[in-house]
């Protein structure tokens, strides 16, 4: 009854440019801000902080990677772990490597060396479509994690190749509580969520779809084809990378490079997939289910006291028919079902 | 009030190392079944909780984080995953959960001082390495023999399978003989140009680092190209049933490492007639009972039990320690050969004495050759490779970690 | 260079190309009806042979049974997935599908080791994987007869499917599909029928990839595995060429062996994970629909 | 438009063969697009459906031929009737079987098949001799000759009007006894477009096929027609035998572009109910 | 805001400025089809040209060719007085060619608003950087640029839909949207490839008033692609026949509608 656009007038285009147009949206949003953000540290024990909280706004970060290239770009990629990984393994040398770093630039600078490895893989995307890509893409994801097995200077010279991530200080502050790298955490991605969201709402959102639903016209209408869609496997890789360096970072501390395998790369994508190709809101949903689902249904075993094989197994299936089961019922994910029930609920109580 | 001793147990029963997980964490589940059946540690009863990793880091780490508060808190916990294990690194200390990892993980981490909370108990990477070399020495007539000669290192390239290279090459250097490092591509289903090369450089043994389906490849493909199996000698996760079964008659001949002499022992008999008769035995076929990867979890079992009685009996009978005082348990167990005779389980490991310089506690291993059916100790003795020389990696590998995480190395009480 | 022995690599590596040939088969059968890439034929694959094992341990029956047994299995299991899971998703994106197939992936991967268990477990083919003595003998070339049958088979299964897409009407028909999953329900095609029955036929391909798989690396979970070996072949052979596939195969197969010997020691090894796919991929630089794929069509 | 008003209806033959009954149909579970519709063509008649855009004729088309299915499209209410028997749960195929196809507006070839290629598709539902389709194929290229010319092409390389001669000339292949058009003449120069309305009446006359047509060129629509039903946001508004229509001031005005004093020029647009300018 | 007084004298008392695009001696082939042989035309400023043939006449191809979808394996385009072999996509773009598509070819994922703003893109000059961050001048040009969409969208009479995506609109709507953004271009020539393909009269007129509109207003010059013969003869200034890739005829609609070639390859007898 509440949920109403109506009496709520644009008088300006900036106002109709507003990232939610819809006072209770906007309202909304703060509010889950503010209780993420103040409430959820105080209140969450150490466990829902750092084995869900915080994967989750890592996993919702990368997701949104890829839905930057995916989803809004168009270009199906299977190797983000990858991405990830140059992210985490550019931090930890920078960090090393330049003692007194502080610890954001060394994520930024780490997403930028992503970006660029992003650009170098995403130039076959020029003459490339489609399955064919996205089965070239996983070219990126074995490559770079060989060469991070292979190439001691990256590891800092590990014998196995295994880094120990550094503690993450800013201004002599250490975030070394669950709760602080879950501020930490919190803050990177909402920002960087911000940014995208302000991208996909101007000209470079607009020439990434463009680009996705036909690209022949996007050229003739004077979009570079080029430029487009390098610039999404730049921004795409280093969202990427920089989740990938809060993986290493705030989640695991001390990773190696198999870490970042293709079994990652393919979470992610389900996270899109079932939160919404195309919808920044869905890669949060999308990794959301995507982490607590198995915890879920563990529990759910655990609670019915299913022999541990049988439960394994079973959680297996129903993940996978829990896809199917979201494809069918609705192909643009959880961000759409979350559509519709609000245009449901403008409509309501008329059906229709 | 908690009145029981609770341990976690990250485990994984799907995906592709679901066979060793099963085996490995249904003989420990044996083994505590046993115990509590027999009354428990003084009374105290072992309870344990699972949860499916896929031995997959991320979810490795989220089931730790649920497990450690569960049942009043976890006191141990075993995640068999070297990537899981990294990512607990930094929280066991704090969580002050020690964390078990047998035969697998750093080998670093032996070190006491540095990692107070991690036990890569009996053996660790390094160790094992250190005693493949004296071993195939001895077969050929003593280490001096070995100069001239030829090794392949076959190895998954990953940490797992970089891990020994330190080792190798400082004893290559040593012994002055060849050490070729060939890598497999994970997961290693496919090894035609590998073993080609193999044949070209005509080594004189070939150390098989592999884990999963990797190994039974390398086996087969061995026989496809002619190479003797008696000349492969596989690293204890490439020496189970799992790996030579499913080769068939390749395998025959194989040798590989263990921890365990492979056989019958009392301990078995007793969960197959206290457990498995009563229909609660954790294995579904119940002729894997025995197996190397069951019999590599009854023993951590045993360890487990043994370090929580060694813990009540400094810090109280009959009531659960925790986390901390399992810690001191852990670090100051000591089974002998006549604990491991009332255990039922003599000779079914070498003896296990820790202490803070040593989380090993052992390094000892032996070697065994698959008959076609079934697994056969062909080392009498335990076999211990070039201690100093590990000992001396351990050290500064650990100090170089220490002053990365600026940790003062110092033993805990 | 030792020239007998880059033969003998060279022709490893042709024989392993037939072996990623045949899973390859599978994904091109699909994707030719609909357009969709079947990531679970990996799946498939393992659960075709863990299936047939599975029969064998738990009833006693010879191989000789089990085969047709594991076949019913089979053509079972693609029937369902075109009910349950295709049949609600036509005319949807591509994507949508590829994605569905995942989900497949993990449901068939599940549903095969509840039924039969995680154990890994041997599969004994009456042909032995040892060295042709004869070749041996005479030239110091080592070649599996193992190989030489599977690409027999591969070669027959070959000819067999390119003939049903070049020469029948339900070849066209598949093509057809493939374009205008709409279109294709207007002018009446039973898409339904159809791509039961090629999820079926794809079914027993990789019932053949699995059991001959199976035989030479054991049936395990790892198997699924083989569908990343395959994937590279497909690229270069072109998603819709059944030919393509094998001939994407011996490249591969070969290129991947000589680049493991040849380059991979200056490297430091373990290429062969990402070689294929590069390879494949400077390929499609060239020609973006691979060797044999259909020319992709860009109009406005 | 609020002008037009639902003329007394006049029934049309009391034995429809294609009959629509109420029909509701909803999209994306949320977009209401036809509001009860109901509609009938009698055996071996023309029925026109006119309307403007989006009125929701081509959502009529789909619905009868259950292709809806696919565009996340929900029938509601109502049902839908062919030769007595309901045929909403049916799948295309069995409908083809039946007699009943559709052509697609936009075209819808298969572009990585030759236009000989579609055209076979076309025939799939039915066994025939090779003989036969070759002589089913020559009626077709008999109505399009420009097919015949291009018939090696793929169909992705030919032009607009050559795919939709192909979506046409691929239904006839079907020997359907009803068909349903969607947009005939869209892009079609105009003696083709008398041509293909030309076959229309042929086959309606020899063959006895009955059309249901939606179309957009009111004025040649009304010409062939037997019958029409005017669509508008999802509702029928105005239904008649075709040249009561034609001869209908509203839709004189509004679908022929006629006012009293004859057909206006494109050119005098400019002037005619100009509501707003371009602000620069 | 400049409210032209409506232009009475319309017809052969139009004024067409000078040549500005002339193309000689296009021949364009794929493999054995020969699209285009050897056409010359031009088109003046300020005019609408029409382009009409038969199906498969090369009529779309020949558009292609302007603004360099196709490449022709012979001839010259001269473009506001500068040589060229053939066009980029991208330059044609640049300088002042816009055009709309025969097979509707929106991004269908977009809505109508979005789809009108990309067709800004070539006049929006703000880095990415300052568009992610949403600020100052980025703010202020997306603001501006909105202002010009909106106009456009007022102007083709569009509003209730501007949040739509356009994949759900009607076809004759996504025409009206493709014609929007192409506008938004604000080009100097646009091409029109069937703009009133299957609309119906009342939409035709409406079309064929913004077409009228945004001739007159900014002088647009529009090369036009149409098989309704009404709408062609009344609006054009002059017409090219084309059949079989072959011109075979040029002149003003009344001309064109005198000639036996035409009559009998296209026209029929009416
Ligand atoms: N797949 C879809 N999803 C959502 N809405 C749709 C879809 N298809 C059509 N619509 C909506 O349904 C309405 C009717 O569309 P329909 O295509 O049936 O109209 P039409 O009368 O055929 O128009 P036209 O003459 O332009 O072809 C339109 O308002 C359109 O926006
Ligand atoms: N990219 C291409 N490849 C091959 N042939 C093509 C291509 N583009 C056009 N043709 C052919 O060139 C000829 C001219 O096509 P074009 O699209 O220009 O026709 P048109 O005059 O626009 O026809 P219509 O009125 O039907 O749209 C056609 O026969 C078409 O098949
Ligand atoms: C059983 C495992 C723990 C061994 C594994 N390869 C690892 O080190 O991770
Ligand atoms: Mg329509
Ligand atoms: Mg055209």
Not at chain 3, 90 to 103: C, H, K, R
Not at chain 3, 193 to 219: D, E, H, Q, S
Not at chain 4, 259 to 276: C, E, L, N, T, V
Not at chain 5, 13 to 39: C, E, H, M, W
């Amino acid at each position: 009854m509440f949920y109403r656009e109506a009496g709520q007038f644009k008088t300006s285009y900036e106002t109709d440019g507003q990232i939610l147009p819809i006072r209770q949206d906007r309202i909304a949003l703060f509010a889950t801000l503010a209780v993420a953000l103040l409430a959820l540290p105080l209140i969450s024990s150490p466990y829902m902080l750092s084995a869900i909280l915080i994967p989750f706004l890592i996993f919702a970060l990368a997701a949104l990677g890829l839905n930057i290239l995916t989803g809004y770009a168009g270009q199906l990629s299977l190797g983000t772990a990858a991405f990830m990984a140059v992210g985490a393994f550019a931090s930890y040398n920078f960090m090393a490597r330049l003692p007194g770093i502080p610890v954001l630039l060394a994520f930024a600078l780490g997403g930028l060396c992503a970006a660029m490895v992003g650009i170098a893989f995403g130039l076959p995307s020029l003459r490339i479509r489609g399955f064919y890509l996205a089965a070239s893409t996983l070219a990126t994801q074995f490559f770079v994690v060989w060469c991070l097995t292979k190439i001691p200077w990256l590891t800092g010279h590990s014998s196995s190749g295994v880094i120990t991530a550094q503690k993450m200080e800013i201004l002599g502050y250490a975030f070394d509580t669950p709760a602080r790298k879950y501020v930490l955490v919190l803050g990177v991605v909402a920002f960087m969520a911000l940014l995208a969201k302000n991208m996909l709402r101007s000209n470079v959102g607009r020439s990434w779809m463009a680009v996705r639903d036909m690209d022949v016209a996007a050229e003739v209408i004077g979009f570079r084809l080029m430029r487009t869609k390098l610039l999404a496997f730049a921004v795409s890789s280093f969202y990427c990378g920089v989740a990938g360096a809060l993986y290493a970072f705030a989640y695991l501390g001390t990773v190696e490079p198999e870490a970042y395998n293709l079994d990652l790369s393919f979470r992610i994508l389900f996270m899109i997939i079932i939160g919404g190709v195309g919808s920044i809101l869905g890669s949060f949903l999308g990794a959301a289910f995507i982490v607590l689902l198995p915890v879920f249904l563990n529990i759910l075993a655990h609670g019915l006291a299913l022999p541990t094989s049988v439960a394994s197994n079973l959680e297996l299936m129903t993940f996978g028919a829990l896809i199917i089961f979201f494809l069918i019922v609705e192909p643009h994910g959880l961000a759409r079902l979350w559509q519709i029930g609000k245009e449901k609920l403008r409509l309501w109580p008329f059906p229709h | 009030q908690v009145t029981e001793q609770f341990v976690a147990l990250p485990s994984y029963r799907v995906g592709p190392y679901a066979a060793g997980g099963s085996g490995f964490y249904g003989g420990i589940i044996d083994y505590f079944n046993l115990v509590n059946a027999n009354g428990g540690i003084n009374g105290v009863k072992v309870s344990w909780e699972e949860c499916e990793t896929e031995y997959n880091p991320s979810r490795g780490v989220e089931c730790y984080e649920r497990l450690k508060t569960k049942n009043g808190g976890a006191t141990m916990v075993e995640p068999l995953s070297t990537g899981i294990a990294y990512g607990i690194l930094d929280r066991i200390p704090q969580d002050k959960v020690p964390m078990t990892t047998l035969g697998y993980g750093r080998s670093d981490a032996a070190n006491g001082k540095v990692f107070p909370y991690v036990f890569p108990l009996i053996s660790d990477y390094w160790s094992q390495a250190a005693a493949m070399i004296k071993y195939l020495g001895d077969k050929d007539g003593g280490v001096a023999k070995l100069k001239g000669k030829k090794i392949v290192h076959l190895y998954h390239d990953s940490a797992f399978g970089k891990e020994p290279l330190p080792v190798l090459e400082a004893l290559a250097a040593q012994h002055g003989f060849e050490l070729i490092k060939i890598p497999v591509a994970p997961p290693g289903s496919e090894q035609q140009s590998q073993w080609l090369q193999i044949r070209q450089a005509k080594p004189d043994h070939v150390i098989l680092w592999g884990w999963g389906v990797m190994n039974s490849v390398a086996i087969k493909t061995a026989q496809r190209n002619g190479f003797p199996r008696e000349k492969i000698l596989g690293v204890w996760w490439a020496g189970s049933e799992e790996d030579t079964v499913p080769s068939g008659d390749a395998a025959k001949g194989y040798t590989a490492m263990s921890f365990n002499t492979p056989g019958n022992y009392p301990v078995l008999d007793e969960i197959r007639k206290k457990i498995y008769s009563g229909g609660k035995g954790n294995l579904a076929d119940q002729s894997r009972i025995g197996s190397v990867y069951h019999m590599r979890g009854v023993t951590a079992g045993i360890l487990f039990v043994e370090a929580m009685r060694t813990a009540q009996d400094k810090f109280g009978k009959g009531k659960p320690v925790t986390g901390e005082q399992l810690r001191w348990g852990l670090e100051n167990l000591n089974i002998d050969e006549a604990r491991q005779k009332a255990i039922g389980a003599l000779n079914m490991f070498p003896p296990v004495k820790t202490s803070c310089d040593d989380h090993e506690g052992s390094g000892a291993v032996k070697v065994q050759q698959w008959d076609g059916k079934k697994w056969n100790a062909i080392t009498p003795n335990w076999i211990v490779g070039d201690k100093a020389l590990v000992r001396k990696l351990v050290e500064e590998s650990s100090n170089k970690y220490a002053a990365e995480k600026k940790i003062t190395p110092a033993c805990m009480k | 260079m030792n020239i007998s022995f880059f033969f003998e690599v060279l022709i490893g590596g042709l024989l392993s190309g037939v072996m990623y040939a045949l899973v390859a088969i599978g994904f091109v059968l699909i994707y030719k009806a609909s357009g969709v890439f079947n990531f679970a034929q990996g799946a498939m694959v393992f659960f075709a042979a863990l299936t047939c094992v599975g029969i064998m341990d738990k009833f006693g029956l010879s191989l000789w049974l089990a085969i047709p047994a594991t076949m019913v299995a089979m053509i079972i299991l693609g029937l369902a997935i075109e009910r349950v899971v295709l049949r609600p998703l036509v005319n949807q994106p591509e994507i949508a599908l590829f994605m569905a197939t995942i989900g497949l992936a993990f449901f068939i991967e599940g549903l095969a080791q509840l039924l039969w268990g995680s154990q890994v477990h041997k599969l004994e083919l009456p042909i032995e994987d040892v060295p042709l003595q004869y070749l041996l003998d005479n030239f110091n070339i080592i070649v599996s007869q193992f190989d030489v049958i599977a690409a027999a088979i591969c070669g027959v299964m070959v000819i067999v499917l390119a003939l049903l897409f070049a020469k029948t009407k339900v070849g066209r028909a598949l093509r057809a599909v493939a374009d205008d999953h709409q279109a294709a329900l207007a002018v009446g095609i039973p898409l339904q029928r159809i791509w039961a029955v090629l999820w079926a036929v794809a079914g027993l391909v990789a019932m053949v990839a699995g059991l001959l798989w199976g035989a030479r690396n054991g049936v395990q979970f790892a198997l699924t595995f083989i569908a990343l070996k395959a994937l590279p072949v497909l690229i270069l052979g072109g998603f819709t060429s059944v030919p393509g596939a094998i001939v994407g195969g011996l490249i591969i197969g070969a290129s991947e062996k000589l680049a493991e010997v040849y380059i991979g020691p200056l490297v430091g090894g373990g290429i062969e994970g990402w070689f294929p796919y590069v390879l494949a991929l400077l390929f499609l630089l060239v020609r973006p629909e691979g060797l044999f794929g259909e020319k992709i069509i860009r109009r406005i | 438009m609020t002008t037009l008003h639902a003329v007394p209806s006049i029934q049309p033959a009391p034995q429809p063969y294609l009959s629509v009954n109420n029909i509701e149909v909803i999209y994306d579970h949320v977009i209401l697009v036809l509001k009860g519709v109901s509609l009938q063509v009698p055996q071996g008649k023309i029925v026109a459906l006119l309307g403007a855009n989006g009125a929701g004729k081509s959502t009529t088309l789909k619905t009868i031929s259950t292709l809806l299915r696919g565009e996340r499209g929900d029938v509601t209410k109502g049902e839908v009737q062919f030769k007595g028997e309901r045929i909403d749960q049916l799948t295309p195929n069995e409908l083809v079987k039946r007699g009943l196809s559709q052509v697609m507006e936009g075209r819808h070839c298969f572009g990585h098949l030759t236009i000989e290629e579609n055209l076979l598709t076309g025939a799939y539902t039915r066994s025939l001799s090779r003989a036969e389709l070759r002589e089913a194929l020559d009626k077709v290229y008999h109505y399009f000759p420009r097919l015949k010319e291009r018939r090696a092409s793929q169909a992705g390389y030919t032009s607009g009007g050559e795919q939709q001669m192909c979506a046409i000339g691929r239904a006839l292949m079907a020997k359907p006894s009803m068909i349903l058009l969607d947009e005939p003449s869209m892009g079609i120069a105009p003696q083709i477009v008398d041509e293909i309305f030309g076959i229309v009446k042929d086959l309606n006359t020899k063959e006895n096929v009955s059309f249901l047509l939606a179309e957009q060129n009111t004025m040649v629509a009304l010409r062939y027609a037997d019958f029409g039903y005017i669509l508008e946001n999802g509702r029928v508004v105005m239904e008649g035998a075709a040249d009561e229509l034609a001869n209908n001031e509203d839709v004189k005005e509004f679908y022929l572009g006629m006012s009293g004093a004859g057909r206006k020029s494109f050119r005098d647009m400019k002037f005619y109910r100009r509501r707003k300018r371009w602000l620069a | 805001m400049i409210m032209n007084e409506p232009d009475m004298h319309f017809g052969s008392a139009r004024k067409t400025g000078p040549v500005i695009l002339d193309l000689q001696n296009i021949s364009l082939s794929f493999g054995g089809v020969k699209a285009l042989t050897n056409i010359s035309f031009d088109v003046r400023q300020h005019e609408i040209r029409a382009i009409i043939g038969p199906n498969g006449a090369g009529k779309s191809s020949m558009l292609n060719v302007i603004n360099g979808v196709y490449r022709p394996q012979q001839g010259e385009i001269i473009y506001r007085g500068q040589h060229r072999k053939n066009m980029d996509c991208y330059q044609a773009a640049k300088s002042g060619i816009a055009r709309t598509f025969q097979n509707i070819a929106l991004f269908k994922g977009m809505t109508v608003l979005d789809n009108i703003m990309t067709g800004r893109n070539l006049k929006m000059k703000s880095n990415f950087l300052l568009q992610a961050l949403y600020w100052g001048p980025a703010r202020r040009e997306e603001i501006e640029h909105r202002k010009k969409a909106e106009a456009i969208i007022d102007f083709l009479e569009i509003q209730h839909i501007r949040k739509t995506p356009v994949g759900r609109l009607p076809y004759g709507l996504q025409k009206r949207v493709e014609l929007g953004r192409a506008l938004a271009a604000e080009p100097e020539i646009l091409l029109l490839d069937e703009p009133m393909a299957g609309m119906n009269v009342e939409e035709k007129q409406d079309m064929c008033r913004f077409i009228l509109d945004v001739n007159d207003q900014f002088g647009t010059t529009i090369v036009l692609i149409e098989h309704d013969m009404g709408v062609v003869m009344d609006i054009s200034d002059r017409v090219v026949v084309l059949d079989y890739g072959k011109k075979i005829g040029d002149g003003t609609p009344d001309e064109v509608r005198g000639n036996q070639d035409v009559i009998n390859a296209y026209l029929g007898s009416h």
